[in-house]
């Protein structure tokens, strides 16, 4: 009884043999996927903002990346003179603006 439930083997395929390229396709996919998801619109959003810093001038009124507000009162090669309180101005770098705000003063 025994043998014969064992005696029985699966008998292999008979089709082309398949191409290592088509189990490569689901990963490939994936890739593409999350270029057009997740790549592609930061770095659009990096050189929107890289536009941005590089069109700001004096009198543009800013928030940097911690939050402070300011008003740009000298512009630099790499760095703004921002004057955040009367009497008050600090140097920052280019890169730690977020955003500008409003229009020109």
Do not use: C
Not at 11 to 21: D, E, L, M, T, V
Not at 57 to 79: H, Q
């Amino acid at each position: 009884m025994f043998e014969l439930a064992f005696g029985q083997t699966a008998k292999p395929a008979q089709g082309s043999p398949s191409n290592p390229i088509v189990g490569l396709l689901p990963i490939i996919l994936i890739f593409v996927v999350l270029y057009f998801l997740m790549i592609l619109p930061q770095q659009r959003r990096q050189k929107k903002h890289l536009e941005m810093i590089n069109a700001l001038k004096k009198g543009d009124r800013i928030v940097t990346a911690s939050g402070i507000y300011g008003i740009i009162t000298n512009v630099k090669d790499n760095s703004f003179m921002v004057k955040i309180a009367d009497n008050v101005e600090i140097e920052l770098d280019k890169g730690s603006v977020s955003h500008k705000i409003g229009a020109s003063a």
